[in-house]
């Protein structure tokens, strides 16, 4: 089972700043099948990004996905309030389908 | 647009089965190349990929559920099933359909279910 680490925990950060976030895998994801989700407070995660750099239908152009292999980052542009949530990695390669621990992103 | 939404007992007692149904609105379930698929959301373990299910019926599950679960399809009311036996507390989560195109594209709202005597 791949098992993903998604750092950090929590990013503390400000309306219009990047954010940056990591997701290392312990093997390679087959065929870079990496998505990224967000989940704001009592809803369904939402998929953002698929095949580690592709964005889903109606997201902004400032959330982009890049990296291969083990290493894979979510990087936000420029934050705005609705932005501020929990974000998870999962990777899609391999059964079974397993997901990252999640980040916060909370307003400093 | 694609809908689903979960539907079954919020409380199930320990050692008993488990049962939610997903309803699927705006898309069929017997269109080829869809895949259904269930996940669960616990504060303690996170998310869950329980399995999913094929158009044609074919499944494919979580080992680590060790043989508990089962997923069917019921294309005569457009809808997807998950029975799982012998819950524990630990089975206590958010569960959640959802369509399977590679990542889980489209979600259900979820629907807590907990295990309790």
Do not use: M
């Amino acid at each position: 089972e791949i098992v993903l680490t998604q750092s950090p925990g929590t990013l503390s950060l400000s309306p219009g700043e990047r954010a940056t976030l990591s997701c290392r895998a312990s093997q390679s994801v087959s065929g870079n099948y990496l998505a990224w989700y967000q989940q704001r407070p009592g809803q369904a995660p939402r998929l953002l990004i698929y095949g580690a750099s592709s964005r889903a239908t109606g997201i902004p152009d400032r959330f982009s996905g890049s990296g291969s292999g083990t290493d894979f980052t979510l990087t936000i542009s420029r934050l705005e309030p609705e932005d501020f949530a929990v974000y998870y990695c999962q990777q899609y390669g391999s059964s079974p389908r397993t997901f990252g621990l999640g980040t916060k992103v909370d307003i400093k | 647009q694609l809908q689903l939404q979960e539907s079954g007992p919020g409380l199930v007692k320990p050692s008993e089965t488990l049962s939610l149904t997903c309803t699927v609105s705006g898309g069929s379930t017997t269109t080829s190349n869809n895949y259904w698929g269930w996940i669960r959301q616990t504060p303690g373990k996170g998310l869950q990929w329980i399995g999913s299910i094929y158009y044609n019926g074919n499944t494919y599950y979580n080992p680590s559920l060790k043989g508990r679960v089962t997923i069917s399809v019921d294309t005569s009311k457009n809808q997807f099933s998950l029975q799982l036996t012998s819950v524990t507390a630990a089975d206590t989560a958010v569960y959640y359909c959802a369509t399977v195109a590679g990542p889980f594209q489209h979600w259900g709202q979820g629907t807590l279910v907990a295990v309790s005597s």
